[in-house]
Structures are given as structure tokens and as C-alpha cells.
């Protein structure tokens, strides 16, 4: 099974910002670590700074 992670908006429609192959890609666009998308996707938090919300969806 393949994963892939995307930045959604953080309303209620969630619609795709930025979708990529792995955290690594997904952080060079938000310029930020890979870690830290991570925790996001975890913790299910919303980034404020970019109004979007971190997930992973299997493929």
C-alpha cells in the first residue's frame, strides 16, 4: 500500500493545497522539517501560519 501526504485547507471541506510522495517533499514546500510534518499528522493540528492541516492517506 502506498501512502501519500497532503496539505488540506483547514475548513470543513479540506480541500488539497499540496499533495506529495512523502513528508520529506511535502516539507520542502511548507519549508519546514520533515519531523514537524509528522507531529502534525499525528496530532491532527492545524498549521496557522498556513492555514492548512497535514494528512496522510493510503493509496
Same mark, same amino acid.
Given at each position: 500500500?502506498?501512502a %501519500?501526504?497532503?496539505? =488540506?485547507?483547514?475548513?470543513g471541506?479540506? %480541500?488539497?493545497?499540496? =499533495? +506529495?510522495?512523502n513528508?520529506k517533499? %511535502?516539507a520542502?514546500?511548507?519549508?519546514m522539517?520533515?519531523?514537524? =510534518?509528522?507531529?502534525?499528522? +499525528?496530532?491532527?493540528?492545524?498549521?496557522?501560519k498556513?492555514?492548512?492541516k497535514? =494528512?496522510?492517506?493510503?493509496a
Open positions: 500500500m502506498k %501519500l501526504y497532503m496539505a =488540506v485547507t483547514a475548513d471541506h479540506e %480541500l488539497p493545497v499540496a =499533495v +506529495c510522495e513528508a517533499e %511535502l520542502e514546500k511548507f519549508r522539517d520533515p519531523k514537524r =510534518v509528522r507531529d502534525y499528522v +499525528c496530532r491532527g493540528s492545524i498549521r496557522k498556513d492555514g492548512v497535514f =494528512v496522510r492517506v493510503e
